[in-house]
């Protein structure tokens, strides 16, 4: 019933930068935690970033000093900014909440290329 809708995401040259968003349908998107994941084609999906209800982020070392998760309460979104993009973060990203939800949105695409 909760809508993940990702967007953002594009080809992209290495060294380039982008801002994928994820707009919820979460009517108490405050009290969660969210979380950006990322599947590359034929590949399992791995964790990305995380902020907390009160704000606090954490990040997966491969992201780390490049990536940083932010949210809206009052827009339900949550965003992840990409700098120094590389080709290994070639994927499609997702979010969601923290506990998961037994569905995911569609995703969004993000290639890097060199």
């Known amino acids: 019933q909760v809508q993940l809708v990702e967007s953002g995401g594009s080809l992209v040259q290495f060294g380039g930068s982008l801002r994928l968003s994820c707009a919820t349908s979460e009517s108490k998107f405050d009290i969660y935690g969210w979380a950006w994941y990322r599947q590359p084609t034929g590949k399992r999906r791995e964790w990305v970033a995380t902020i907390t209800s009160p704000g606090a982020t954490a990040y997966s070392a491969s992201v780390k000093g490049r990536f940083s998760i932010s949210k809206d309460n009052a827009k339900n979104t949550v965003y992840l900014q990409m700098n120094s993009l590389k080709p290994e973060d070639t994927a499609a990203y997702y979010c969601?909440?923290?506990?998961?939800?037994?569905?995911w949105g569609q995703g969004t695409q993000v290639t890097v290329s060199s």
């Open positions: 969601n909440r923290l506990p998961n939800y037994g569905d």
